[in-house]
């Protein structure tokens, strides 16, 4: 069905060719009546005639594409992100448009741009993070989930996800120290605990809660149930009484009943810290994590020897993002109960000096970059010269043309053993090089000048720069040829973390063509000989 207004519209660029307004509004008509090929040309000519109009290059791009002009859309999308390159509108447009063509490292990079540019969005962090996660860069979807979180600690799904995202990376602990994880196992654990506390001890010791207590230490509710009602009047209106009522009802689940009982165990004795610690417990898991930071430090007030309080408040601390406050109260807790867990989350959470030695050079270590059909890829090598016969060992998840881009390395470092003050190691030591990540094998020529890199980084024990990656097909007499793939490449190398890239000479042309947002982000350095690639490479 025609628009109403269509005739008019045409009418108007008739009397006024020149007007970009008067062909955008035409083009809009044309648009929704499904005409996109007329309406592609119109837009085509209201940029030319205003070449500052954002929002006629965001209408063209989507005309473009939905006349399956793919490329065209892509190209115009991206000439409006260099004009306006703080425009968070067309950086999600080239998100959905890059993932709906496949190519998730370009869509990554531009939802990371708006991440950057929307710093107080957590869906927008979430959505890096989601891309992330997709290309397996799991350090990375981490840290962009943790942003999420500090945004919006309060978020049940954020929480769930880096939950699930903490075990992927092997990180139980730091999956426990998400606030909000607490299940019946959890709650009869620490009710036992609880049990062996000199102050619930001691008012446990005798009469009909001393069988309810030993009922609950065996995990029998039904038992403890038994006790407690078969208990004296003068024993129900106690405050170990109204405790023992609570751990029973949050084993079972009855959380409303146990916040209830838990509250009127406080007002029976106000310094009865379990109380607090298991109330601080029921508002973490409620998702009201500022009231429940106040009841555990009323927990710690009353019972300061109490190693889970400071735990259950370091948790809390660290799912707000105020990582100092969490690891004070970890150390705290690791203090006074050494077994505990708090131990494995401080070492979870306290990672800076990890993450100060991914970022110091190292020996015979670096990022080989490759290509798929999906994308590029990034493999770490690691490479040490071992006594033995001079021979190569060639590991990891290799195929035939990556075997011979190692032997060409292996004759071109014996070559070049002399120029390279290495003439008597490469005959009396055994070089093993080796890919470390054997979920995604390596198959072409563009790993040798990294492979060469890490050899001789291997036998003169001097480090490689630190996050530094390489491409480049090598000869045995030591020139650096031209690959393919570079695009796709550089952006994995610098959606991986890393901070350099060495790469051939002859390549620059597309190095060049790189967008801005990964240009100028990363160190490209081009080299023609092995002998320049190692002065640029090597440190020390």
């Not at 001890?201 to 149930?225: C, F, H, I, N, Y």
């Not at 807790?333 to 990890?354: I, N, T, V």
Request: net charge negative; proline share 4%; hydrophobic share 40%.
């Amino acid at each position: 069905m025609a628009h109403p207004f269509l005739d008019e519209l045409k009418r108007e660029v008739v009397l006024r060719p020149d007007d970009p307004a008067a062909r955008y509004r035409l083009a809009e008509a044309l648009f929704a009546d499904g005409d996109f090929t007329t309406a592609a040309r119109q837009l085509e000519r209201a940029v030319k005639l205003d070449g500052t109009d954002a929002n006629a290059r965001r209408l063209l791009a989507k005309t473009y594409e939905r006349a399956g002009r793919g490329p065209d859309a892509l190209r115009t999308l991206e000439e409006l992100a260099k004009r306006t390159p703080d425009d968070v509108s067309t950086r999600e447009e080239l998100t959905e448009l890059f993932l709906a063509q496949g190519r998730v490292d370009d869509a990554l990079v531009h939802a990371e741009e708006a991440a950057r540019l929307s710093p107080t969005d957590p869906k927008r962090h979430r959505a890096a993070a989601d891309l992330y996660r997709m290309k397996r860069l799991l350090p990375q979807a981490k840290e962009a989930l943790e942003r999420a979180q500090r945004l919006v600690p309060e978020d049940p799904h954020i929480a769930a996800e880096l939950r699930e995202l903490y075990l992927e990376l092997g990180d139980d602990a730091a999956s426990e120290r998400v606030a909000g994880v607490r299940d019946r196992s959890y709650f009869l654990h620490q009710a036992r605990t609880a049990l062996a506390t000199k102050q619930l001890a001691r008012e446990t010791s005798q009469g009909t809660l001393k069988l309810a207590a030993e009922a609950l230490a065996a995990g029998d509710t039904t038992g403890v149930k038994r006790a407690l009602v078969a208990a004296a009047p003068s024993e129900k209106s106690s405050a170990a009484y109204e405790f023992l009522r609570g751990e029973v009802l949050l084993i079972d689940g009855e959380t409303e009943r146990a916040e209830r009982a838990f509250r009127s165990c406080t007002e029976r004795a106000v310094d009865f810290g379990l109380a607090y610690n298991r109330l601080g417990d029921l508002l973490q898991h409620r998702g009201a994590l500022r009231d429940a930071v106040a009841l555990y430090e009323l927990s710690i007030r009353h019972s300061p020897d109490d190693a889970n309080a400071y735990e259950d408040l370091g948790d809390v601390y660290a799912t707000l993002g105020e990582r100092e406050k969490a690891l004070e109260m970890y150390r705290a807790a690791a203090d006074r109960d050494p077994k505990s867990r708090a131990a494995d989350k401080l070492r979870s959470l306290d990672d800076a000096a990890r993450a100060a030695a991914a970022t110091e050079p190292a020996i015979g270590k670096i990022g080989v970059l490759g290509w798929t059909p999906s994308g590029g890829a990034v493999s770490p090598l690691e490479a040490v010269a071992v006594v033995g016969q001079g021979q190569l060992i060639f590991s990891g998840n290799v195929g035939p043309t990556s075997r011979e881009a190692g032997l060409v390395a292996f004759s071109c470092l014996k070559y070049k053993a002399r120029d390279l003050g290495i003439g008597e190691l490469v005959s009396s030591y055994d070089l093993h090089l080796h890919f470390t990540d054997t979920e995604v094998g390596k198959d072409g020529p563009s790993s040798g000048l990294a492979l060469v890199l890490a050899g001789i980084s291997a036998y003169q024990q001097r480090p490689l720069r630190a996050q530094l990656a390489a491409t480049g097909e090598i000869t045995i007499h030591g020139e650096v040829k031209a690959v393919g793939g570079i695009h796709e490449k550089i952006v994995a190398a610098r959606l991986a973390g890393f901070r350099t890239v060495l790469m051939p000479r002859r390549n620059i042309k597309e190095a060049r063509e790189l967008p801005s947002e990964v240009a100028s982000k990363i160190e490209i350095i081009f080299v023609d000989t092995v002998a320049e690639a190692v002065a640029k490479a090597l440190v020390g």
